[in-house]
Structures are given as structure tokens and as C-alpha cells.
């Protein structure tokens, strides 16, 4: 600013216009940024979408080794009631041998992944529910299917085992499991 | 070459008056018709040209087509299904955009691995080569979000795919992709602020075209020989030399458009896109639009962990970088000679470049598994070793041929019957016509 012809000479007071350049230069960023912020914050998701948060789901219908799909948030959620042998299988899975050790269960953040704790809990241990989209890039996994019988993402080769575990390919994540409680015997509430 | 030395002369009593007040006009003729070309310039020079008039094309159709879509996910399919029906000429504007946005493509790759064979992007047309890098990049994000109107399965998966590229990084991925999305999947916000975006960057582009079109007019083009221009013959005048070219180039451009546009008119899309999105079922096998399937190639080509990146991550990172590099492609050439004709060994390496390129995009349309996803790997490594390793290695060890004195030299012992090099009219220059 020592361009100025008011400005002092150099290691002499400030004037009062380099005062008002200064303020007037923060004012305009200031304001810039508030202008900004509502034409940024309009892209988020809006009160409707968050609107619908949570959905209830009858799974009465739904016997041993069958599964259900519903939407939730937009994205497919997989509501399963698990055969015996496929507990049995990701019940005998090592931690060890996961790609991902965490449970992403929301219900029980930071949990170990055992099969325990990707399913429904104690006593409903058949149950699994998991967000259907990929967490490689979003793909809906095709059920029963894959090296291991659980879950197999057709778009970038992802295997999932039967507690959407992921065991293969290049989805960094096992399936995340939504928030959701049995609010009856057959009613689910998602979210 | 900026055209220090106007030639216009305002005709008419008119023409003097607009002049002295907006000289648009002699701005025109300056660029357009007196403006001074490299004489030596071949077709595939030609390609600027029809690359205006593509987006011309594009958004002309595309302003007429708005007319009739409708910006929702009730109404989308159903309403491009109408055009495709019930408008008027419709399905011929929309075969001509959707084929148009393919022929897009296909000209400015051919323009672009002009400009990578010529040595376009060497010193002083840094900042144009990187304004056309910049156009690719609003290319791209444009078609893309264009591909997900017509709201068909490919539309919605090909969506959800890429925006969930973003989700590959820590923490801030996640909210950057509900930014993107307006939501926590692809959906009707989604669907909106793509039609108005789709909208908006064509004429984005326009303006960075201006820009790239003014930074070449500054610096003058190149020519096959890499030469600057000397003197007065080593150039024409645009109008009528370069724009009887173009315009050639241009009507056998459109033959082929043309055929697309009326025989095969859906060669280049995807059956899958004629289903209605549904966000419960994937397709089987998602492939983008050929003109990104190098690219997808490259992303799926990282299937390994490399330190702290995870695959995921490592994926997305090496398919933005495989068009950032192309911001450094001036620095990292650091051979003098700028055009390929006199570089013996990068013409070798840019050739096998340019099959290894299309290779990624085969490979980009197979599934990603067995020896598919080895060939990527060793491609993917081939495409990044080109611009980082051999570019500039190449240039320290490389001997290029002589390089002619002057453009004119160049064509004229040409047409002396020489074999196109320049060493038979250097050895007898008074046989020179």
C-alpha cells in the first residue's frame, strides 16, 4: 500500500486510509462469503429429503432364507432373515481374515465385526439389515450370490459374505448397517 | 501473427460509423479472414474449426430440447420418450445431440494428439494448451451430467457411480458427495441441478473458448514443422485458405455424423438406458459413455492398496490425474524440438501412446476381471510413463533430425519432389522454384 501518496513514509503510522482500505477490503470478503453461503447451502440435502428419515417396515412375511428390499433415504436397504448355515458360516469367520474389522453397524458404533454384531443382536441373530449400496461406488449387490454366498456387487467385482461382510474386490467397506430397531415382533423402523 | 497492422477498411458510410464506435467488425475480419495462417497447415488443423461448430450444434439442439424435457423423475423418461415420438422432429434433434456429443469427442481427441504430436503446447502457448485442457474438463463434466437427463438405468447408475468417486476421500467425502447429490442417493435434486448445470456450462465453454481462441490469435498456430513463422511466405490468409479447409474437413465430419445420426443412431449408447431408472436394480455390467472408458479403465485399473491410499481412493486419484497431467504437459517435455516430424524416437513413443490409448478404452469396456484387469494395470502404467518418465527423459538423450530453416523451405522442397524432408532443398537451394 505504500503506492499511496497519503500512506506514510515507510515505518511511519498507518493512515487513515490505509484504515479504510483495509476495512473496507475485510467488509468486502466478509460480505462475499455471506452472499456465498446460501447459494452453497441450497445444495444440500433439503427438508424434505431429510423428511424421510425413517421408514417402518412388516417383515412378518418374511420366512427363514428369505429377503426383502425396501428404500430408505433413497437407497436400497436389505432386510434379510438368514438360513442357519449362513450364520453358521460368518459365525465361523475369523476376524483376522476380514478386510474390514469394523462392525459399521450404526446401532453399535466401533464395534468388532462378528457376525453378532452385524446382525440383529442376541436371539436375532438371523436378522441382518444393510444398507444395499456398494461401498465402492454405490452399485446394488446382488443377494446369495459370489464367492461366498452373501452378497456380490456385479459392477466392480465386490464379495460381501452372508453377514455383508466385505471378503473380496475393491469396495473398501463391509455394507453398512442403518440405525433400526424391532419395534414389534415383525415391525422394523429404519432410521 | 496478432495482427499488429489492421487490413480492415470499413466499406460503407455505415461500416466507417459502427467502426469508430464498436469496431466489432474489424475485430472479425482481423481474426477471421485477414488473419495470417502457417501455409503449411494439414487437416488435421482442421479441427478447431469443427469443434466450434460441434458446440454451436450442441447448443442450439440442446436449447430446443429443453423446450420439451421435463427436470424430474416422474417425468423424465417419459418425456424424452416424447420427443423421441410425438415432437416434431423431435427424435432428429435428439439423435443429433446425443450422436453430436460422441462426435464431439471424437474431434477434440483428434485435435488434442494433434497438439500432442505438433508439439502445440510448448513455449509460448502454455497458458492456450491449458485453456483447452480446461474446455476438456467442462466437456466431460458437461456430457456427463447430460447423460443422466433422459433418466434411464445407465443414466441413474452411471450418476451414482461417479458421484460416488468422491465418497474415495476421508471425511470430507461423504458430505462432498450429498452436496453433489442434494441428498443421499441420486434423485430428484439430483436430477435438477443437473439439467441446470447441463445447461449452463456449453456456455462456459463458449467463454473459454473465446479465452482459447484469443491466447492462440496472440501467439499464432503451429504447423507440422514446429517452425515459428519467419517472414510473410511462410503464410496465407485465413479467408479463403484456411476457411475453404476447414469447411472441407467440416462436410466430410458431417457425412459421418450424418450416417450416425440416420442409420445407427444408437451404435454408440447403451440398451440399458432405454429402461426406466430404478434405484433398486443395478445393470449387470455398467460401462460409460465410450468417450470415458479410458479413463474408467484407469480407475478400476488400481486394485492394489499403495501406502495409505486404499484401492478405492488410489483409483479415483490416478483418473483425475490422468487429465491433470496434461496441465504440466508443457513442463515436462523438455525437448527443444517442438514438433514430432524431426523427433525420431517420440514419434515411436507418442504412436504407441496413442494405441495404448485406445486400448484403455477397450479395456474400459470389458468387465474388471482376469487377465482384463492386468493389461489395464500395465496400460494405466504405460499412459502415466509417458507423460512422466519418457517426455522428459526423452528429450535430454533424444537426437532429433534438422529442422528446416523456415516453413517455406519446408514446403517447397516438398514440392520439388522431395521425400518431405528438408535436407534435398538445404543441399540445392538454387534449384528452388
Known amino acids: 500500500m505504500s503506492e499511496h501518496e497519503t500512506t506514510a513514509e515507510p515505518g511511519g503510522e498507518p493512515t487513515r486510509r490505509d484504515f479504510l482500505f483495509l476495512t473496507t477490503g475485510m467488509a468486502a470478503v466478509v460480505g462475499g462469503a455471506t452472499v456465498a453461503w446460501p447459494f452453497i447451502d441450497q445444495m444440500r440435502p433439503d427438508a424434505s429429503t431429510l423428511a424421510l428419515a425413517s421408514v417402518e417396515v412388516d417383515v412378518s412375511s418374511l420366512s427363514e432364507g428369505m429377503s426383502l428390499t425396501v428404500q430408505w433415504r433413497g437407497r436400497p436397504v436389505f432386510i434379510r432373515n438368514r438360513t442357519e448355515e449362513e450364520v453358521e458360516a460368518a459365525q465361523a469367520v475369523e476376524l483376522a481374515e476380514l478386510k474390514d474389522p469394523v462392525a459399521r453397524n450404526e446401532n453399535i458404533p466401533n464395534a468388532e465385526a462378528t457376525d453378532l454384531n452385524r446382525s440383529a443382536g442376541e436371539g436375532m441373530e438371523n436378522w441382518i439389515v444393510m444398507i444395499g449400496s456398494c461401498t465402492h461406488l454405490g452399485c446394488v449387490p446382488l443377494g446369495q450370490a459370489g464367492d461366498y454366498n452373501g452378497w456380490f456387487c456385479p459392477c466392480h467385482g465386490s464379495h460381501y459374505d452372508t453377514a455383508g461382510r466385505i471378503r473380496r474386490g475393491p469396495a473398501p467397506e463391509n455394507l453398512p448397517v442403518p440405525p433400526f430397531e424391532f419395534i414389534s415382533d415383525s415391525m422394523i423402523r429404519i432410521g | ?433
Open chain 2, 1 to 433: 501473427m496478432s495482427g499488429d497492422h489492421s487490413t480492415y477498411v470499413p466499406s460503407s458510410g455505415v461500416g466507417k460509423w459502427v467502426d469508430s464506435r464498436l469496431p466489432l467488425p474489424r475485430l472479425m475480419h482481423d481474426s477471421f479472414v485477414s488473419y495470417p495462417v502457417p501455409r503449411n497447415l494439414n487437416y488435421a488443423y482442421t479441427f478447431g474449426g469443427i469443434l466450434m461448430v460441434m458446440l454451436v450444434v450442441q447448443i442450439l439442439t440442446g436449447v430446443v430440447l429443453a423446450m420439451h424435457y421435463a427436470a424430474s423423475t416422474q417425468m423424465a423418461f417419459d418425456s424424452v420418450e416424447k420427443i423421441m415420438r410425438d415432437v416434431n422432429s423431435g427424435w432428429l434433434l435428439r439423435y443429433m445431440h446425443a450422436n453430436g456429443a460422441s462426435f464431439f469427442f471424437i474431434a477434440v481427441y483428434i485435435h488434442i494428439f494433434r497438439g500432442l504430436y505438433y508439439g502445440s503446447y510448448k513455449a509460448p502457448r502454455e497458458i492456450l494448451w491449458i485453456l483447452g485442457v480446461v474446455i476438456l474438463l467442462l466437456m466431460m463434466a458437461t456430457a456427463f451430467m447430460g447423460y443422466v437427463l433422459p433418466w434411464g438405468q445407465m443414466s441413474f447408475w452411471g450418476a451414482t457411480v461417479i458421484t460416488g468417486f468422491f465418497t474415495a476421500f476421508p471425511v470430507i467425502g461423504e458430505p462432498l458427495q450429498q452436496l453433489l447429490l442434494g441428498g443421499f442417493a441420486v434423485d430428484n435434486p439430483t436430477l435438477n441441478r443437473f439439467f441446470s448445470l447441463h445447461y449452463l456450462l456449453p456456455f462456459m465453454i463458449a467463454g473459454v473458448v473465446i479465452l482459447h481462441v484469443w491466447a492462440l490469435h496472440v501467439t499464432g498456430q503451429t504447423n507440422p514443422t514446429g517452425v515459428d513463422v519467419k517472414t510473410k511466405t511462410d503464410t496465407v490468409a485465413f479467408t479463403p485458405y484456411a476457411t475453404l479447409k476447414d469447411a472441407l474437413a467440416m462436410v466430410v465430419f458431417f457425412v459421418f455424423f450424418a450416417y450416425f445420426i440416420f442409420y445407427i443412431p444408437n451404435y454408440l449408447g447403451h440398451a440399458d438406458n432405454y429402461i426406466q431408472a430404478n434405484p433398486l436394480v443395478t445393470p449387470s455390467h455398467i460401462v460409460p459413455e465410450w468417450y470415458f472408458l479410458p479413463f474408467y479403465a484407469i480407475l478400476r485399473a488400481i486394485t492394489f492398496n499403495i501406502g495409505p491410499i486404499d484401492s478405492k481412493l488410489g483409483g479415483v486419484l490416478a483418473m483425475f490425474g490422468s487429465i491433470a497431467v496434461l496441465f504440466f504437459l508443457p513442463w515436462l517435455d523438455t525437448s527443444r524440438v517442438r514438433s514430432a516430424v524431426y523427433r525420431p524416437w517420440y514419434k515411436v513413443f507418442f504412436w504407441v501412446f496413442a494405441i495404448n490409448a485406445v486400448f484403455l478404452g477397450w479395456l474400459g469396456s470389458r468387465p474388471a476381471e482376469g487377465w482384463y484387469v492386468t493389461a489395464s494395470q500395465l496400460s494405466t502404467l504405460y499412459y502415466f510413463a509417458f507423460f512422466l518418465i519418457i517426455m522428459p527423459l526423452l528429450g535430454m538423450i533424444e537426437t532429433p533430425r534438422r529442422v528446416p530453416n523456415s516453413i517455406s523451405e519446408a514446403v517447397l522442397s516438398r514440392k520439388n519432389g522431395g521425400s518431405g524432408q528438408p535436407a534435398a532443398a538445404v543441399s540445392a537451394p538454387e534449384d528452388r522454384a
